[in-house]
């Protein structure tokens, strides 16, 4: 990012949240059912934050985002879970070619 201060995004979302759970607690907000529903949409906007301040970061954020997306088309009813859990290789078959290609095709020799 630019020279100029950095907000601690982190921070901010702890702020929101709790003051959306303490809300719901007292009787002023119904947080809580939205919350079940919607909470993979944070580990999506969360890497692609990641991916837009670190581009070459690698397939962490990536592999946030699919999880992100999978959880939330579950939740919405759009699939079924186990059509979600079923493709768990898929993340290792992605880490491996990760490691291959980030090695830039240098050997030990």
Known sequence: MAGGPRIAFSGIV????????????????????????????LLVIAGLLSLIERPGQGLGPIIMITVGVGLLLANLGVIEFRQVWRLWPVVLIAMGLNILFSSGGKGKG
């Open 14 to 41: 702890l702020i929101v949240f709790g003051a959306l759970f303490l809300a719901d607690q007292m009787g002023a907000l119904h947080f809580g059912a939205v919350f079940k529903t919607w909470w993979p949409a």
